[in-house]
T-cell receptor, first 112, second 112 residues
Framework: GENVEQHPSTLSVQEGDSAVIKCTYS??????FPWYKQELGKGPQLIID?????GEKKDQRIAVTLNKTAKHFSLHITETQPEDSAVYFC???????????FGRGTSLIVHP | DTAVSQTPKYLVTQMGNDKSIKCEQN?????MYWYKQDSKKFLKIMFS???????INETVPNRFSPKSPDKAHLNLHINSLELGDSAVYFC???????????FGSGTRLTVV
């Protein structure tokens, strides 16, 4: 089955800095890669996703890159703000699977 | 206009009791899920229903029984609660299997 590794488990940055969270996956058939943000006391929220037919996708201050050859994908947050503080989850899913495999999460702390 | 709503938000109960968690989505999605999030934030799939049909049942004890009266509702009933059942339970829905999820805000279950 699919295995998703996510690093780092904790990331602490100063407001205005960039933050990068990296994930690797094992199943070369995976073709859908969503990212979720979970704020304290809330459910995970889809913030961006990418499919295997593109290498990069951007939405304002967040971007995701995908390297299919190396089987890794990353979330980039620029100009971080305190409200970006949350736990971020990556996931990978293939067309043959009903459900994605989640990474174990990264706790991002943005210091004002 | 909550998209995926769960009730109750908090549930404190004694060992051995039976309890239910309700979930409703107003997005018109065909697929619904139950996830368990442990104290380390790991998201573990429990069940998935597609148009009221069970499609995923991931090695969950028989004490857990999902019920989907229609495609907008997926309830979770738990018999003979144990200390290890303490966790946050999330309901989620998606339109297609290779689409992002919309999660509910979670039910924090504490078994004492």
């Amino acid at each position: 089955g699919e295995n998703v590794e996510q690093h780092p488990s904790t990331l602490s940055v100063q407001e205005g800095d960039s933050a990068v969270i990296k994930c690797t996956y094992s199943d070369s058939a995976s073709n859908y890669f969503p990212w979720y943000k979970q704020e304290l006391g809330k459910g995970p929220q889809l913030i961006i996703d990418i499919r295997s037919n593109v290498g990069e996708k951007k939405d304002q201050r967040i971007a995701v890159t995908l390297n299919k050859t190396a089987k890794h994908f990353s979330l980039h947050i620029t100009e971080t703000q305190p409200e970006d503080s949350a736990v971020y989850f990556c996931a990978a899913q293939s067309g043959g699977s009903y459900i994605p495999t989640f990474g174990r999460g990264t706790s991002l702390i943005v210091h004002p | 206009d909550t998209a995926v709503s769960q009730t109750p938000k908090y549930l404190v109960t004694q060992m051995g009791n039976d309890k239910s968690i309700k979930c409703e989505q107003n997005l018109g999605h065909d697929t619904m899920y139950w996830y368990k999030q442990d104290s380390k934030k790991f998201l573990k799939i429990m069940f998935s229903y597609n148009n009221k049909e069970l499609i995923i049942n991931e090695t969950v004890p028989n004490r857990f029984s999902p019920k989907s009266p229609d495609k907008a509702h997926l309830n979770l009933h738990i018999n003979s609660l144990e200390l290890g059942d303490s966790a946050v339970y999330f309901c989620a829905s998606s339109q297609e299997t290779l689409e992002g999820y919309t999660f509910g805000s979670g039910t924090r279950l504490t078994v004492v």
